[in-house]
């Protein structure tokens, strides 16, 4: 198979989702975040390639090669999953359009029939192929909130009809080069943990270093728990665009966020970043849906919060879920996570996943409770470039 290796074009947005959704099924994600994110960050920071097979219309699968390694992670009562490829500095959004992009988003319209299938995600059909020959995909980028300089990370996707044919090995050779050229001397990446994947890194001079679950549930048929009636005294369960008032101001889920943060294992320590960088890349992303999306207030206080990732048609990503410090132990992660689902199920979404580090016993105890399944095991591994 000869393979072609090309930057990304905006135009190629849609095959690549495609290729995506066909090789890793629990990944939520939208030609418009493709693109938002490729507007967003700069070149020097962020980049993304293609692979394609001129003639080549690989049928997708339901199991990648590897698994995304920068979607944001989940964290509970001790902490979890480290986040990769977090933004750098660009200019700072305005409140007003805050509060506009918060009354926004929510239910989608176009979204398509429940797929009536048992399992917890239904695997694309034969016309969500790649069009134009398009086999696979990377992102490469610097993780901007690393404590250490020059960590980058690669995450690469192919159809499973198109491995074992050389397009990964194309892909991540290429997607090194690039991180060189960006300053890395450290390459980060996730393999699936699937005999293939491990063995694949390896050989390429990645050292895997902790492993991590990607949990299903089955959102449709789940059965969630209600929250208490009454709720306890000075509890208040409320959205994000409650928490920023007229003003438009997230500074208290932002700080709430940034110490959640800090308590995740992970292979790459983060850094503060500022309060505008950490907005514009996280609540006016396109695919964070801030009215489904939970917040528990104690005493006025933000105590813990769910963050709802959806992709406008059946898949939810628990984006990020964590308490502060002071409030752990009070089960408040866990009733703002079932109170986002509730929504979200309410809303139309049937297949929810998350992400969480085997170590962090916290929230995947909280997962289990709420019906969740292990879908996915991953490891996170490590390269010196």
């Avoid at 063995?199 to 299903?216: K, M, N, P, Q, S």
């Avoid at 959205?239 to 438009?248: K, S």
């Avoid at 048609?313 to 866990?334: E, H, I, K, N, P």
Wanted: aromatic share 6%; hydrophobic share 40%.
């Amino acid at each position: 198979m000869k393979i072609t290796v090309r930057p990304f074009h905006p135009q190629d947005a849609e095959a690549t989702v495609a290729v995506r959704r066909a090789a890793v099924p629990h990944l939520v994600g939208t030609a418009r975040s493709l693109l938002w994110e490729t507007e967003q960050r700069p070149e020097h920071e962020r980049y993304r390639l293609i692979a394609e097979h001129p003639g080549q219309h690989g049928q997708p699968g339901q199991h990648g090669q590897r698994p995304r390694p920068g979607q944001p992670a989940e964290t509970g009562s001790t902490g979890p999953t480290g986040r990769t490829g977090r933004p750098g500095p660009t200019e700072p959004a305005e409140p007003a359009a805050l509060l506009g992009r918060l009354g926004r988003l929510g239910h989608r319209s176009g979204r398509t029939a429940e797929i009536r299938r048992s399992g917890h995600a239904p695997p694309p059909g034969p016309g969500t192929a790649a069009p134009g020959g398009l086999v696979g995909c990377a992102d490469i980028g610097l993780i901007a909130d690393s404590g250490t300089p020059g960590q980058g990370f690669v995450q690469t996707m192919v159809l499973p009809g198109a491995q074992r044919a050389g397009v990964g090995g194309a892909l991540v050779a290429a997607a090194e080069e690039r991180l060189r050229a960006m300053g890395a001397v450290r390459a980060h990446t996730w393999a699936a943990d699937d005999g293939v994947a491990p063995d694949f890194a390896e050989r390429r001079g990645y050292r895997c270093l902790r492993r991590a679950r990607i949990l299903g549930l089955d959102l449709a048929t789940a059965r969630l728990p209600a929250p208490p009636a009454p709720l306890p005294e000075g509890v208040v369960l409320c959205t994000p665009a409650e928490v920023a008032g007229e003003a438009g101001d997230l500074r208290p889920l932002y700080e709430a966020d940034v110490e959640c943060a800090a308590d995740e294992p992970g292979a790459a320590a983060s850094v503060r970043l500022p309060y505008e960088v950490w907005l514009r890349h996280n609540w006016l992303r396109p695919d964070w849906d801030a009215r489904l999306s939970s917040v528990v207030l104690v005493d006025g206080a933000v105590a813990a919060y769910s963050v709802a990732q959806t992709d406008g048609v059946d898949r939810y990503w628990s984006g990020m879920t964590g308490t502060r410090r002071a409030f752990r132990g009070r089960g408040l992660a866990a009733l703002a996570k079932a109170d986002s689902l509730r929504r979200s199920r309410a809303a139309g979404y049937r297949h929810a996943f998350t992400g969480n580090d085997a170590a962090n016993a916290a929230m995947l105890g909280i997962n289990r409770r709420l019906g969740y399944t292990v879908v996915a095991s991953q490891w996170r591994c490590a390269k010196t470039l």
